[in-house]
């Protein structure tokens, strides 16, 4: 079963860290591009960050640009975000996603169940 | 950075009646090269996390039933609920893919009249 599973999540003060890890399950999880979207409570999605299926091209949401870093181990299957200098408005569930296509820009036909994120102190 | 627009925010439909939801982008998701438009619809549940319905603007993914459908070229995009049941109530999302950023719309939550 493609599958992709989430933990790490917390709750951390503000100014905190926290690492974030998504398993992978079920596919070539190194043919794949991986992104990280995250809801707040109540709101909507929002796009964080993104990893090409060989690690070597990251991308970050400005609002994370700095304070968060992606990044994928093959050998284990893992996906990574490592949240740095957390602030309240970063409380939020934080999903793991796979593009649909291994070979070009896709929608995300892949979710994890997401793990929450809590800031406060 | 392109912009993705929905409306309306929430729409009440009877059972059995017929849902559009629109979705408009700052700029076109249309790439000439191939002739696709980036963009994707996901349905999300309460506590569960978005579900991938229509993708190249039209095409339905896998298991997704064929009252759903999308619709639209370039900026201006539709998704259609033909006979709504019980089980679409629902926030449903549109999405570009078109370049980074990718981005989501606000959301329309669905709701049974």
Known sequence: EVQLVESGGGLVQPGGSLRLSCAASGFTFSSYAMHWVRQAPGKGLEYVSAISSDGVTTYYANSVKGRFTISRDHSKNMLYLQMGSLRTEDMAVYYCAREKSANTDDAFDIWGQGTMVTVSS | ?113
């Open chain 2, 1 to 113: 950075d392109i912009v993705m627009t929905q409306s309306p925010d929430s729409l009440a439909v009877s059972l059995g009646e017929r849902a559009t939801i629109n979705c408009k982008s700052s700029q076109s998701v249309l790439y000439s090269s191939n002739n696709k438009n980036y963009l994707a619809w996901y349905q999300q549940k309460p506590g569960q996390p978005p579900k991938l319905l229509i993708y190249w603007a039209s095409t339905r993914e896998s298991g997704v039933p064929d009252r759903f459908s999308g619709s639209g070229s370039g900026t201006d995009f539709t998704l259609t609920i033909s006979s709504l049941q019980a089980e679409d109530v629902a926030v449903y999302y549109c999405q570009h893919y078109y370049s980074t950023p990718l981005s989501f719309g606000q959301g329309t939550k669905l709701e049974i009249k």
